[in-house]
């Protein structure tokens, strides 16, 4: 939870709750110009819908032309990959469709797993295009959620609406004159927190394990050098300027000291507890942390 702007609007997209807290009501207008952003990422990476270029990228390896926006999502995606010596991959849809985690929401796990490709195997890209060697299926799950973050608080800046908190799932970005304090939830029991930490001009991005699961140990973070979910880990917390790195991090420190490694490198203050009990802070976590 965090301490709320006077006006809140509550809406559903990309499979996830949005809080968008504002000094004022926003307009129909502004509304509708928001959920057209949020349309247009979505069209474009989401593996759930057939008309999106993932999907298309999925069907037709080949010469695809890239979003604007795609850059730096793209070009974090690369970071992350190679900070984790190929761990986290946007390569991993078809292993996460074969756990069941798919367009249809099957939850029940093929008998065959697939083997997540490798980034030099799979893609090449120039900046404004993407090219694909043979069919395969990105996810961005681990940084895009964050970067849509960010790209909606930039939508509502250009609308003159300076001051803003964007919450999509939990991962959320102030702008402006904001400040929160945040509860951290326990990771199993939503009614307890681990910490609570106050936020001002900047991002916080969570990942739990238990946020999305079907079946025995079965979740959407996966280690692409296996293609099984990861287990010592089961959630994260981190603070980052922007969502879109913090998101990125978050998932990261799924991956151990690489992703401690990858948080230090961006100045990006941690929490991660461990499937032990065990919780983890960076010497500059900023927040309190009920051990």
């Known amino acids: 939870m965090h301490d709320p702007l006077p006006a809140a609007w509550r809406f559903e997209a990309i ?3 949005w809080r968008i807290d504002t000094p004022a009501e926003l307009t129909e207008v502004q509304r509708a110009t928001v959920t057209a952003r949020i349309d247009e990422f979505d069209r474009a990476w989401s593996r759930f ?34 900070g984790t010596a190929g761990q986290l991959s946007p390569l991993v ?32 890209r120039d900046g404004t295009h ?42 959320l970005r102030a702008r402006g004159d904001a400040t929160l304090r945040v509860a951290l939830e326990h990771p199993r029991d939503a009614t307890k927190a681990i910490g609570v930490v106050e936020l001002h001009q900047g991002a916080l991005c969570a990942s739990a394990s238990n946020r999305r699961a079907w079946g025995d140990g079965l979740h959407h973070v996966l280690d692409a050098l296996t293609g099984e979910p990861t287990s010592a880990v089961i959630a ?27 948080a230090g490198r961006h100045a990006a203050p941690y929490l991660r507890m461990y499937a032990n009990g065990r919780v983890e802070s960076s010497p500059d976590f900023p927040g309190e942390v009920f051990r």
Not at 62 to 73: F, V
Not at 237 to 260: I, K, P, Q, R, Y
């Open 15 to 17: 499979g996830t709750s």
């Open 236 to 262: 994260t917390w981190v603070l980052h300027a922007d969502a879109l790195h913090a998101d990125g991090l978050a998932t990261a420190l799924f991956f151990g000291h690489s992703g401690s490694q990858l």
């Open 93 to 124: 849809g078809r292993a996460l469709e074969t756990l069941g985690y798919d367009a249809s929401y099957r939850l029940t796990p093929l008998a065959v797993r697939e083997r997540v490709p490798t980034w030099q195997d799979a893609l090449a």
């Open 130 to 171: 993407l090219d694909t060697v043979g069919p395969v299926m990105l996810d961005v799950g681990a940084a895009g959620k964050g970067y849509l973050v960010d790209l909606v608080g930039e939508v509502l800046n250009d609308l003159g609406v300076t001051t803003s908190i964007v919450d999509a799932g939990g991962d």
């Open 49 to 82: 819908r057939d008309d999106s270029l993932v999907s298309r990228i999925a069907r037709e390896p080949g010469h695809h032309r890239l979003p604007a926006d795609a850059p730096p999502l793209l070009d974090w995606y690369r970071e992350l990959y190679e």
